[in-house]
């Protein structure tokens, strides 16, 4: 595969609000998880919930799309001037030449319980005043960023579990190379909602610390939001050197809601992504995993690596600062380790005090300053939804 430059990012997340506060969070292991405190939601559990979103608000002339989702989502545009960014990239392929690809699973469905929860006693009637297409459509995301920077390309919206935003990725180089659009936002946006914090919470995976991944004891998830953008273009207009390489995909459909447990799927997805990348598994210097927290994930996503690319590479799983933010864990991982790459800093895996004996990979608990050339990023979701991608730095 050709590569494509990766030249500008954001990422605003319970860690910090954008990439620097992110990268100084992780150097200073400081989580941003906290104690459940979401709409008064029961679960005795740890959530990553961005602060201040509750009295924010979307670009002024779009208040048909105001919901939590496109709130965040708005925030992530400002972050590390990402909008700057995609208007430079406006001006030079041209409006309509620049796609639009993001990955959500739950888009306005919290003012869809929101309203349910207002509904007319007698007749049963919603709320007057209420945005279908705005808030509640899944395409709400994808539709309001391509409006905010004021585009006119092709815009997709990916729910694919929490492989959705990395999965973006993939779409977006597929439009790119069959001639679509010139460049691409890509990025993810999910906010925390009732159906999800209870839909979690019914299944028993929940965390009742912070998640601690790959952890003996571990127990759990820690549930978060996030959004974050990535621009995709042909060239290096800003010299970060920064390449998207490959992508791989795979859908095990091993169960609904657990993975294949030798992480068969997600191993088909690595070697995919290694072989369009054109690159060794001796060259990879870091694997951000999904490392969700998870007994069953934690052990098929160590196996799945362990298998394609030895139990030498450095890895670890950066979700003890974020939480799993489903729909936007793609694009915080991928995010993250260009952040590695830039940075020459390999985090952590925050939370964790002793790694299961039973995984056998090399699993950083603490930080470590490193100069590497590539890294990959692992996003698996329910039902066998898997998407690794490989970047790598241009000199």
């Known amino acids: 595969m050709t590569p494509s430059f990766v030249t500008g990012c954001s990422l605003v997340s319970a860690a910090g609000d954008g990439t620097a506060a992110t990268l100084a969070a992780l150097r200073g292991e400081t989580s941003g998880l906290r104690k459940n405190d979401f709409q008064g939601t029961t679960p005795q559990t740890f959530i990553g919930r961005v602060d201040g979103l509750e009295a924010a608000g979307v670009w002024p002339a779009l208040s048909e799309y105001d919901c939590r989702n496109n709130r965040l989502a708005e925030r992530a545009l400002r972050a590390d001037e990402f909008a700057d960014v995609a208007a430079r990239a406006r001006d030079v392929y041209g409006a309509s030449r620049v796609g639009v690809f993001v990955g959500t699973t739950s888009s306005g469905i919290l003012e869809t319980e929101i309203a349910y929860r207002h509904r007319d006693a007698a007749t049963g009637s919603l709320p007057s005043g209420i945005h279908f297409d705005g808030s509640f459509n899944l395409f709400s995301a994808a539709a309001y960023v391509r409006e905010r920077l004021e585009l006119a390309g092709p815009a997709v919206s990916v729910s694919a579990a929490c492989a ?182 390999l985090p952590g895996t925050l939370n964790t005090a002793t790694i299961d004996p039973a995984i056998r990979g090399n699993v950083l608990v603490g930080g470590s300053e490193r100069r590497i050339e590539c890294a990959v990023s692992n996003s698996f979701g329910f039902g066998g939804s898997n998407c690794s991608l490989v970047f790598g730095r241009i000199p």
């Open 164 to 345: 959705s935003s990395a999965k973006a990725f993939a779409s977006a180089r597929r439009a790119m190379a069959a001639g679509l659009c010139d460049a691409a936002i890509v990025g993810g946006v999910e906010t925390l909602c009732l159906t999800t914090m209870h839909g979690f919470a019914a299944l028993g995976l929940l965390s009742t610390t912070p998640c601690r991944p790959c952890d003996a004891e571990r127990d759990g998830i820690s549930l978060g939001e996030a959004a974050g953008f990535a621009l995709l273009e042909p060239r290096d207009a800003a010299a970060t050197g920064l390449v998207l390489l490959g992508y791989g995909e795979s859908s095990d459909a091993f169960h609904l809601s657990t993975p294949h447990p030798e992480g068969a799927g997600a191993a088909i997805a690595l070697r995919s992504a290694l072989a369009m990348a054109a690159v060794d598994a001796a060259d990879v210097g870091y694997v951000n995993l999904h490392g969700t927290g998870t007994r069953t994930n934690d052990a098929a996503e160590d196996i799945a690596v362990c298998a394609v690319l030895g139990p030498d590479v450095a890895r670890s799983s950066t979700k003890g600062w974020t939480g799993h933010t489903l729909g936007a864990a793609g694009i915080v991982e991928a995010v993250i380790t260009l952040l590695a790459l830039r940075d020459g800093f």
